[in-house]
């Protein structure tokens, strides 16, 4: 019975002594070798374990039970210690690891469009959701896709609007890409709908809003009951999307010799909201495109029968719409390629 | 097409004021270009009279004038001229006053006399004697009676008056004239027209007695109408005509001539006075030119003709290029007595050729070239002799000699209101469409769907129903168009490939930190000698610009390099550290030359890269990248073109074509562009990209079994190409090397003279199984001896 009362002692001393210790522990190696001095093989525990051989044999299970508690008890504390120390060193290195999180992010330098493509971009991915394809013609063109089928015949005086570049008799570099019109009506049967943005010519000297080269994007519909709303409303949405939903659309009387009736399309001015600024440079408006219902001549001469159907055309500058858009001062930015001018449109 | 609103208002009502009249104009299909207001050029100036003049007491060469302005009190103006006299009429600018030359007058102090404005020359007034006589006099001007003391100088000098200056579209040639725009604003503003009726009486005589007329070309010339006046009275025109001239910016320069532009003005028929004396065998031939044959013109330069031109020729020689100017010795002289008035039609394109021909551009060929109203020729010469009859200018001769080929009959359209109202998507009531029509001078009425309207000779423009369509909307209000969304079964807009190919390579190159820029399709003849490529070099062949704007504009490009290189100058000259550019842009090659016939357009795709990290490997590195994404794997061949570094150029080669062509700026090309360091370049077929044949990428299952990776490092001359290694270790190596990765090139210490040390990364595996060492030794001792044979030895 002693034996007994000595063991418990003994295991309650030690019970005492190592919780005693694992308080204060904040060590990760002190705590390793503590609970190998007292949990391992050669430990305090398997000594008092090994001190049961005196006990007698009815007594031993008893004991056992005692010992084995006690095990479990300290056993379960150093884990508890242990997950409470690996916290605390956790939360030092987290804090430890703290950052000017002001300091400037680390990039991977990305390049990017050239503006007035990112303004393309924009445009047939608006006229593509409107069933809009796109399509593509030749920059030396004849006479005949630029002018001609266009009802401009030769020394007809809207030409005098055009300075053209020529490269033969009836070999142009083309001034408008309305030539892709009268492609797209020879190869393809209405009903159409395509867009065609692409470069065109006009021997204009270069100064800060002319290019010889610029860029136009022409817009064709053909079909069986087109009206001149329908090409209001296609061109609202367009201004609407690219300029803000409160922009409003206005068209001007205006004289294009492939479109009857043919108009200038006008959009309010963003700034002032239609009262007049200096942006709309007092008119609360800004031209941004020419436009009309397809001229009966040119359907014909496409071999489209205009009494069946009709349809409009519409042709937007993106050089224009590039630099108003982005506030650039001058045309010439665009194709001067400054990498400072390109990279701020990187977004 | 300017207009002077004094002018205009003669022959319409404007009851609005002028920024309201422009809108409704801008609305109805006019553009306002510009407005002048020519009353703002001076202020304060009027008319003074002298009335006493003192000497002034402290210097000899000034006087003090003693002015009635019209106020109640004398004005006192000390003076430096001399020609002034009591009694005379002079502009007086007031205190505070403005001039035409900019200066601001104030009152002050001219030795010690205070003087309260000044007298003005015609000089500071900036009049020419053809604006008021006497006016280049040295001194002050002197004014004639014809305005009463105070009157404001504007009255006088004809500057209170706004100049609109309309924009006219090209289909919109009868609008050239006050009368055509008068026309237009008595529509906008619902107002009276006010056309002058011509009446005039004749001195007797008869025409033929004078001249003969003859056209041998109706074709050029389908209309050609003459009268005569004797008697001519040559002198000053008035006042009144004299303004209007000059409100537009033309001369005044004798009744005859005056009338002449006049009438060209106000009714957009440009007419034609002959001296009688200098029409050689009283006769009139209206033909084509002869092959050579000359004239010397009014303004003095002479003119080689070409049989395609249309001449107004007399018995002996041509006095007049029909429609576009006179000969130097038929004009209108001080002691012309007796003239022949032309007012004709010519054919619109052969005036526009002739002209362009001769570098001639006057206000009669402007207006011919855009084509006039054949019934208004009769119209502009009733005006002519109205005005000869009005000032007295001369006796007009009965007779008229009107040749023609036949005049038009008028035109009439059928139209019908339900198809102007589909093509609109409007609902116009026949009314209102009539109402409309017949304000714009078409004469049109109504029987159930169909509108018959009169097309007026002068509106050649209206053809059919889209034009009548136009002309009921822009004065019915654009307004009234409300949009709609598209009908019609909604489908997503397709891409062609080529810009699918080319948005896959701009968004792969934009995330390896290229921009993209974009440059002329025209360049320097002289670009491909920038370049030193050779004068037999395909390159060589191009579209060239008949009328370029400059030489360095001149011919269609053959390659992208020369703009990029230009590109990269600029920037590196810029003080910009490094660049990453490509261009996507037509090359375009003729098919023959000089080229006839459209040329092949094809894209290419050009990379510029200069900068601290770049090198011909990473310039590399990005032209595989983009060829493997079209599928194609090339091998690398040594090229030499003559703008690329020697050693460091490659051409990528699939299928024994080139591909791409690409490596570092040859020194003596860079130092041309004014490029001081490494730039590298690579110019990239495109088309080729496009061609290239579209595979499905298909799942590899992922690797269930491990890896075996062995290290190799050789030696071998420092000559061989890697790529030759690589080949032999791929052949030797069996079907389980799955990569091979070059890690290290090396020359230097402890590698012998001549000799680089390569060192591969090779990854074998076994997709079925898991893969033993000894497979792998066995595949590399075959490899090592296969490896030998090419001198190539394992480090040890």
């Known amino acids: 019975m002693e034996r007994m009362v000595i063991l418990k002692?003994?295991?309650?001393?030690?019970?005492?002594?190592?919780?005693?210790?694992?308080?204060?522990?904040?060590?990760?190696?002190?705590?390793?070798?503590?609970?190998?001095?007292?949990?391992?093989?050669?430990?305090?525990?398997?000594?008092?374990?090994?001190?049961?051989?005196?006990?007698?044999?009815?007594?031993?299970?008893?004991?056992?039970?005692?010992?084995?508690?006690?095990?479990?008890?300290?056993?379960?504390?150093?884990?508890?210690?242990?997950?409470?120390?690996?916290?605390?060193?956790?939360?030092?290195?987290?804090?430890?690891?703290?950052?000017?999180?002001?300091?400037?992010?680390?990039?991977?330098?990305?390049?990017?469009?050239?503006?007035?493509n990112g303004v393309l971009e924009e445009l047939i991915d608006i006229f593509g959701s409107m069933g809009f394809d796109v399509v593509e013609g030749p920059e030396v063109e004849t006479d005949y896709y630029n002018f001609e089928a266009l009802n401009v015949p030769k020394d007809?005086?809207?030409?005098?609007?055009?300075?053209?570049?020529?490269?033969?008799?009836?070999?142009?570099?083309?001034?408008?890409?309305?030539?892709?019109?009268?492609?797209?009506?020879?190869?393809?049967?209405?009903?159409?709908?395509?867009?065609?943005?692409?470069?065109?010519?006009?021997?204009?000297?270069?100064?800060?809003?002319?290019?010889?080269?610029?860029?136009?994007?022409?817009?064709?519909?053909?079909?069986?009951?087109?009206?001149?709303?329908?090409?209001?409303?296609?061109?609202?949405?367009?201004?609407?999307?690219?300029?803000?939903?409160?922009?409003?659309?206005?068209?001007?009387?205006?004289?294009?010799?492939?479109?009857?009736?043919?108009?200038?399309?006008?959009?309010?001015?963003?700034?002032?909201?239609?009262?007049?600024?200096?942006?709309?440079?007092?008119?609360?408006?800004?031209?941004?495109?020419?436009?009309?219902?397809?001229?009966?001549?040119?359907?014909?001469?496409?071999?489209?029968?205009?009494?069946?159907?009709?349809?409009?055309?519409?042709?937007?500058?993106?050089?224009?719409?590039?630099?108003?858009?982005?506030?650039?001062?001058?045309?010439?930015?665009?194709?001067?390629?400054?990498?400072?001018?390109?990279?701020?449109?990187?977004? | 097409m300017k207009v002077s609103l004094n002018w205009l208002g003669h022959y319409v009502d404007i009851n609005v004021p002028l920024s309201e009249l422009c809108d409704k104009m801008v609305m109805s299909g006019f553009e306002v270009d510009g407005i002048e207001d020519l009353s703002e050029s001076m202020k304060n100036v009027v008319v003074g009279q002298i009335e006493r003049l003192e000497k002034h007491p402290d210097a000899d060469k000034l006087q003090i004038c003693f002015l009635n302005v019209g106020s109640d009190m004398p004005l006192q103006i000390v003076t430096g001229a001399d020609n002034v006299f009591e009694g005379a009429l002079v502009p007086v600018a007031l205190h505070d006053s403005h001039l035409p030359n900019g200066m601001h007058i104030k009152k002050g102090k001219l030795r010690g006399v205070e003087s309260f404005g000044m007298l003005c020359s015609g000089e500071e007034l900036c009049l020419k004697d053809s604006d008021y006589p006497g006016a280049e006099v040295n001194g002050i001007l002197i004014l004639n009676d014809e305005y009463p003391v105070g009157t404001d100088m504007r009255s006088v000098l004809g500057l209170n008056d706004v100049i609109i200056d309309f924009s006219v579209t090209a289909n919109r040639p009868d609008c050239q004239s006050v009368l055509g725009i008068a026309r237009e604003v008595a529509v906008a503003l619902k107002t009276k027209l006010k056309i002058p009726v011509p009446e005039y009486?004749?001195?007797?005589?008869?025409?033929?007695?004078?001249?003969?007329?003859?056209?041998?070309?109706?074709?050029?010339?389908?209309?050609?109408?003459?009268?005569?006046?004797?008697?001519?009275?040559?002198?000053?025109?008035?006042?009144?005509?004299?303004?209007?001239?000059?409100?537009?910016?033309?001369?005044?320069?004798?009744?005859?001539?005056?009338?002449?532009?006049?009438?060209?003005?106000?009714?957009?028929?440009?007419?034609?006075?002959?001296?009688?004396?200098?029409?050689?065998?009283?006769?009139?031939?209206?033909?084509?030119?002869?092959?050579?044959e000359s004239i010397t013109t009014l303004d003095g330069k002479r003119h080689t003709l070409t049989p395609e031109m249309l001449v107004i020729a007399d018995a002996k020689q041509p006095s007049c290029l029909a429609g576009i100017m006179g000969s130097l010795d038929s004009e209108i002289k001080e002691d012309t007595n007796s003239i022949f008035f032309e007012s004709a039609k010519f054919r619109r394109d052969s005036v526009r050729r002739t002209a362009r021909h001769l570098g001639m551009r006057t206000e009669s060929s402007a207006r011919f070239e855009k084509g006039i109203d054949i019934m208004n020729v009769e119209y502009a010469m009733e005006r002519a002799l109205q005005l000869i009859y009005e000032l007295d200018a001369g006796d007009i001769i009965e007779g008229v000699i009107d040749c023609n080929a036949g005049l038009p009959q008028e035109r009439v359209l059928n139209v019908s209101v339900s198809g102007i109202n589909a093509l609109l998507g409007l609902d116009i009531s026949a009314d209102d469409m009539v109402e409309i029509l017949n304000r714009l001078s078409i004469k049109t009425t109504n029987s159930g769907d169909t509108l018959t309207c009169a097309i007026p000779s002068f509106r050649d423009d209206i053809e059919g129903r889209a034009d009548i369509a136009e002309e009921i909307m822009r004065i019915y209000g654009y307004d009234h168009i409300i949009g709609t969304p598209m009908k019609g079964a909604i489908v997503r807009g397709k891409k062609p490939y080529d810009r699918l190919c080319a948005d896959k390579i701009k968004i792969?190159?934009?995330?390896?930190?290229?921009?993209?820029?974009?440059?002329?399709?025209?360049?320097?003849?002289?670009?491909?000698?920038?370049?030193?490529?050779?004068?037999?070099?395909?390159?060589?062949?191009?579209?060239?610009?008949?009328?370029?704007?400059?030489?360095?504009?001149?011919?269609?490009?053959?390659?992208?390099?020369?703009?990029?290189?230009?590109?990269?100058?600029?920037?590196?000259?810029?003080?910009?550290?490094?660049?990453?550019?490509?261009?996507?842009?037509?090359?375009?090659?003729?098919?023959?030359?000089?080229?006839?016939?459209?040329?092949?357009?094809?894209?290419?795709?050009?990379?510029?890269?200069?900068?601290?990290?770049?090198?011909?490997?990473?310039?590399?590195?990005?032209?595989?990248?983009?060829?493997?994404?079209?599928?194609?794997?090339?091998?690398?061949?040594?090229?030499?073109?003559?703008?690329?570094?020697?050693?460091?150029?490659?051409?990528?080669?699939?299928?024994?074509?080139?591909?791409?062509?690409?490596?570092?700026?040859?020194?003596?090309?860079?130092?041309?562009?004014?490029?001081?360091?490494?730039?590298?370049?690579?110019?990239?077929?495109?088309?080729?990209?496009?061609?290239?044949?579209?595979?499905?990428?298909?799942?590899?299952?992922?690797?269930?079994?491990?890896?075996?990776?062995?290290?190799?490092?050789?030696?071998?001359?420092?000559?061989?190409?890697?790529?030759?290694?690589?080949?032999?270790?791929?052949?030797?190596?069996?079907?389980?090397?799955?990569?091979?990765?070059?890690?290290?090139?090396y020359q230097g210490a402890q590698i012998a003279d001549g000799q680089k040390s390569v060192a591969y990364r090779l990854v074998f595996r076994n997709p079925e199984a898991t893969l033993k060492d000894e497979d792998v030794d066995a595949s590399l001792s075959k490899m090592i001896k296969n490896l030998k044979e090419k001198g190539c030895v394992l480090r040890s």
């Open chain 2, 508 to 745: 792969r190159l934009a995330a390896q930190g290229l921009y993209e820029i974009m440059t002329y399709s025209f360049i320097s003849g002289k670009a491909l000698d920038m370049l030193d490529i050779s004068a037999d070099d395909e390159r060589r062949r191009s579209v060239v610009l008949r009328n370029p704007l400059g030489e360095e504009y001149s011919e269609m490009r053959t390659q992208l390099v020369s703009s990029m290189l230009n590109v990269l100058s600029t920037n590196y000259n810029r003080k910009i550290s490094a660049v990453r550019f490509f261009e996507i842009s037509k090359v375009f090659i003729p098919k023959s030359i000089p080229a006839v016939s459209q040329p092949e357009e094809r894209y290419a795709l050009c990379i510029g890269l200069y900068g601290e990290d770049e090198n011909f490997f990473t310039l590399k590195g990005i032209v595989e990248d983009i060829l493997s994404c079209f599928g194609i794997s090339a091998e690398y061949d040594r090229d030499n073109q003559p703008y690329l570094h020697p050693g460091r150029q490659a051409s990528a080669m699939s299928n024994g074509f080139p591909v791409a062509v690409f490596g570092e700026i040859h020194p003596d090309t860079a130092e041309r562009f004014g490029i001081d360091t490494r730039a590298y370049i690579a110019e990239i077929r495109m088309d080729k990209l496009i061609d290239a044949p579209v595979e499905a990428v298909l799942y590899k299952p992922l690797p269930r079994f491990p890896a075996i990776e062995r290290d190799l490092a050789l030696t071998c001359d420092k000559e061989l190409p890697v790529a030759e290694i690589e080949k032999t270790i791929r052949s030797s190596a069996g079907k389980n090397l799955e990569d091979i990765w070059l890690f290290d090139v």
């Open chain 1, 9 to 116: 002692e003994k295991l309650e001393q030690l019970r005492q002594q190592v919780l005693e210790q694992l308080n204060d522990m904040t060590d990760e190696k002190e705590l390793n070798e503590l609970r190998v001095r007292v949990m391992g093989k050669k430990g305090w525990l398997t000594e008092i374990l090994r001190g049961m051989g005196g006990l007698p044999a009815e007594e031993r299970p008893k004991a056992g039970q005692l010992v084995n508690r006690v095990r479990q008890e300290l056993e379960n504390k150093f884990d508890e210690v242990e997950s409470n120390i690996s916290e605390l060193l956790k939360n030092a290195r987290l804090k430890d690891e703290s950052l000017d999180i002001t300091l400037p992010g680390k990039k991977h330098e990305l390049g990017g469009l050239h503006p007035l």
């Open chain 1, 156 to 347: 007809h005086p809207a030409r005098d609007d055009q300075d053209t570049f020529y490269i033969a008799e009836n070999l142009l570099l083309r001034t408008q890409t309305s030539s892709a019109q009268i492609r797209t009506m020879e190869t393809q049967k209405p009903p159409i709908r395509m867009i065609c943005p692409g470069r065109v010519y006009r021997a204009d000297e270069v100064d800060a809003t002319h290019s010889p080269v610029f860029h136009q994007m022409e817009g064709l519909v053909i079909d069986k009951g087109i009206t001149m709303c329908d090409l209001k409303g296609v061109l609202e949405q367009f201004a609407k999307e690219i300029y803000g939903p409160e922009t409003k659309v206005r068209f001007r009387p205006s004289f294009f010799p492939f479109t009857e009736p043919s108009v200038e399309v006008d959009v309010s001015c963003g700034v002032c909201g239609g009262k007049g600024c200096r942006v709309c440079k007092g008119a609360g408006w800004i031209e941004i495109l020419g436009a009309g219902m397809v001229h009966p001549n040119v359907l014909s001469g496409c071999g489209i029968d205009p009494e069946i159907y009709s349809g409009f055309a519409f042709g937007v500058g993106l050089d224009r719409l590039t630099t108003t858009r982005h506030k650039i001062s001058d045309i010439r930015l665009l194709f001067e390629n400054d990498r400072c001018f390109l990279e701020q449109f990187n977004r």
């Open chain 2, 201 to 292: 009486k004749t001195k007797g005589g008869n025409i033929k007695e004078y001249i003969s007329v003859t056209v041998k070309d109706y074709e050029l010339c389908p209309r050609y109408l003459g009268r005569t006046v004797a008697n001519v009275r040559i002198g000053k025109s008035p006042d009144w005509m004299k303004k209007c001239l000059k409100a537009v910016g033309m001369r005044p320069i004798n009744n005859i001539v005056d009338i002449t532009n006049f009438v060209m003005l106000e009714t957009g028929q440009p007419m034609h006075a002959f001296d009688l004396r200098d029409v050689n065998g009283s006769q009139i031939i209206v033909r084509r030119a002869k092959a050579n």
